[in-house]
C-alpha cells in the first residue's frame, strides 16, 4: 500500500511546487486548503481558494477546504509569540494551521505532513528556529517535510523510514524566489498568485484597520469584512464609517450591510456608497453626511445624500452644501 501524505496547500507558487514535487515520487496525496478573512485570494471571492483547487483537479488529488476564520480572530487578537512588522501573527498561525492539518491527517489515514515552506524566505517563521517551534507546538515533530528545503533541513520521518528519497528534494532557501519561478518553468506551472504575498494582515494599512477594531473592542468577522475596502474613518469609539472608492466598492458596501447600518448614497449625481455603523447619533449625521459629499460631484443647489436604515427604520433625504 502507497504511503500517503497530506499536503498544507495554499495555491500559491511554493506550496504548488511541494505538491507536485511529491506526487512525482509517487506519494499518494491529498490536498487541505485553510482560508481565513485575511486571504488574498480573489479570483473568485473570499476564500475561493482557485489555485489550490486548481492544481489538486490537474494532479487529480481529493482537496479537503476548511475555513477558519472565526477561530483565527483569537489568534489575531493575543498571538502568543507576538505579530511580525504589521498584525501579522504567523508563527501562531502555523502552529494553529499545523495543528488543525495534524487533526486531519489522523482522519485521512495520512503518515506525515507536506508544506510549502522555504528556509529564510519569511523572516519570522520560516528561520530554522521557528520552524522547529512550530512543529514542536503543534506535535508534528518529525512528521512535516518541506520538500523546498528539504536537504539543508534535518532528515523527517518519511525520510529516514525510506517512504521519501531525501535524494530527490530541494535545497531551496532565501527570500529570492527565483528558483521556484524557473522551477515552474521547467514545470509548466505557468499561473500561480504573485509569489511575494502573505496574507492581508501583512499589509500596513490593512493591519492599521484591524488594530482600529482590536483597540474599540470590535474584532469580530462582520466588521473586519468592512475592512477590505473603501475609505476607512473612525468617527467615535463607537462609530466608523467606510465610504467606496469605485462601483465595486460601493456595491460591496451595501452587500455587506447589517440591517442595523445606516447607508448613505448619494443621489442625482455621481458620488459614492457609505456605510456608518454603530452609534450614529444626530450629532454624527451632519458629519459623516459631508464626508461622503467631499467624495461626490459638485452641484449647485448642493449634493442630495440618501440614507437609510432597516432597524431602527430611518429613510430620509438631506440636501449638502460644501
Ligand atoms: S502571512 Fe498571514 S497567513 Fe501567512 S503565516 Fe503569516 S499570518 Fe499566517
Same mark, same amino acid.
Given at each position: 500500500?502507497?504511503?500517503?501524505?497530506?499536503?498544507?496547500?495554499?495555491?500559491?507558487?511554493?506550496?504548488?511546487?511541494?505538491?507536485k514535487?511529491?506526487?512525482?515520487?509517487?506519494i499518494?496525496?491529498?490536498?487541505?486548503?485553510?482560508?481565513?478573512?485575511?486571504?488574498?485570494?480573489?479570483?473568485g471571492? =473570499?476564500?475561493?481558494?482557485?489555485?489550490?483547487?486548481?492544481?489538486?483537479?490537474?494532479? #487529480?488529488?481529493?482537496?479537503?477546504?476548511?475555513?477558519?476564520?472565526?477561530? %483565527?480572530?483569537?489568534?489575531?487578537?493575543?498571538? /502568543?509569540?507576538?505579530?511580525?512588522? =504589521?498584525?501579522?501573527?504567523?508563527?501562531?498561525?502555523r502552529?494553529?494551521?499545523?495543528?488543525?492539518?495534524? !487533526?486531519?491527517?489522523?482522519?485521512c489515514? $495520512?503518515?506525515?505532513?507536506?508544506?510549502? !515552506?522555504? *528556509?529564510?524566505?519569511?523572516?519570522?517563521?520560516?528561520?530554522? &528556529?521557528?520552524?522547529? *517551534?512550530?512543529?514542536?507546538?503543534?506535535? +508534528?515533530?518529525?512528521?512535516? +517535510?518541506?520538500?523546498?528545503?528539504?536537504?539543508?533541513?534535518?532528515?523527517?520521518?518519511?525520510?529516514?523510514?525510506?517512504?521519501?528519497?531525501?535524494? &530527490? *528534494?530541494? $535545497?531551496?532557501?532565501? &527570500?529570492?524566489?527565483?528558483?521556484?519561478?524557473?522551477? $515552474?518553468?521547467?514545470?509548466g506551472?505557468?499561473?500561480?498568485?504573485?509569489?511575494?504575498?502573505?496574507?492581508?494582515?501583512?499589509?500596513?494599512?490593512?493591519?492599521?484597520?484591524?488594530?482600529?477594531?482590536?483597540?474599540?473592542?470590535?474584532?469580530?468577522?462582520? #466588521?473586519?469584512?468592512?475592512l477590505?475596502?473603501?475609505? %476607512?474613518? /473612525?468617527?467615535?469609539?463607537?462609530?466608523?464609517?467606510?465610504?467606496?472608492? =469605485?462601483?465595486?466598492? =460601493?456595491?460591496?458596501?451595501?452587500?455587506?450591510a447589517?440591517?442595523?447600518?445606516?447607508?448613505?448614497?448619494?443621489?442625482?449625481?455621481?458620488?459614492?456608497?457609505? *456605510?456608518a &455603523?454603530?452609534?450614529?447619533?444626530?450629532?454624527?449625521?451632519?458629519?459623516?453626511?459631508?464626508?461622503?459629499?467631499?467624495? $461626490?460631484?459638485?452641484?449647485?443647489?448642493?449634493?442630495?445624500? +440618501?440614507?437609510?436604515?432597516?432597524?431602527?427604520?430611518?429613510?430620509?433625504?438631506?440636501?449638502?452644501?460644501?
Amino acid at each position: 500500500m502507497k504511503i500517503k501524505a497530506l499536503s498544507l496547500l495554499s495555491g500559491g507558487l511554493d506550496s504548488t511546487l511541494a505538491t507536485k514535487l511529491v506526487y512525482d515520487l509517487g506519494i499518494d496525496l491529498e490536498a487541505i486548503y485553510f482560508y481565513t478573512i485575511f486571504c488574498t485570494c480573489n479570483r473568485g471571492g =473570499n476564500g475561493c481558494g482557485f489555485h489550490a483547487r486548481k492544481i489538486t483537479q490537474e494532479l #487529480n488529488i481529493p482537496l479537503k477546504i476548511v475555513n477558519t476564520s472565526e477561530e %483565527y480572530l483569537t489568534i489575531v487578537e493575543s498571538p /502568543r509569540y507576538g505579530y511580525g512588522s =504589521n498584525l501579522n501573527p504567523c508563527i501562531d498561525c502555523r502552529i494553529f494551521i499545523f495543528k488543525k492539518a495534524k !487533526e486531519y491527517m489522523k482522519e485521512c489515514g $495520512a503518515r506525515f505532513i507536506i508544506t510549502g !515552506e522555504v *528556509l529564510g524566505e519569511r523572516p519570522m517563521s520560516q528561520n530554522l &528556529r521557528s520552524l522547529r *517551534l512550530i512543529e514542536k507546538e503543534a506535535g +508534528l515533530e518529525g512528521l512535516v +517535510l518541506r520538500p523546498l528545503s528539504a536537504k539543508l533541513l534535518e532528515p523527517t520521518i518519511p525520510e529516514r523510514e525510506g517512504w521519501v528519497d531525501r535524494e &530527490r *528534494l530541494l $535545497a531551496i532557501q532565501g &527570500r529570492s524566489r527565483k528558483p521556484q519561478i524557473e522551477l $515552474a518553468q521547467e514545470w509548466g506551472i505557468n499561473d500561480y498568485p504573485c509569489p511575494s504575498g502573505g496574507c492581508l494582515l501583512t499589509d500596513p494599512i490593512f493591519s492599521q484597520r484591524v488594530k482600529d477594531l482590536l483597540v474599540h473592542k470590535e474584532l469580530d468577522l462582520e #466588521n473586519v469584512k468592512l475592512l477590505r475596502f473603501g475609505r %476607512y474613518f /473612525r468617527l467615535s469609539p463607537k462609530l466608523k464609517l467606510v465610504i467606496g472608492r =469605485n462601483g465595486e466598492d =460601493n456595491q460591496k458596501l451595501l452587500n455587506s450591510a447589517l440591517s442595523t447600518d445606516l447607508i448613505l448614497q448619494v443621489i442625482e449625481t455621481p458620488g459614492p456608497v457609505a *456605510l456608518a &455603523r454603530g452609534e450614529e447619533t444626530d450629532n454624527f449625521i451632519e458629519e459623516i453626511c459631508h464626508k461622503v459629499v467631499n467624495y $461626490a460631484d459638485k452641484v449647485e443647489g448642493g449634493v442630495k445624500v +440618501l440614507l437609510k436604515r432597516k432597524e431602527p427604520y430611518r429613510e430620509e433625504i438631506k440636501i449638502i452644501f460644501r
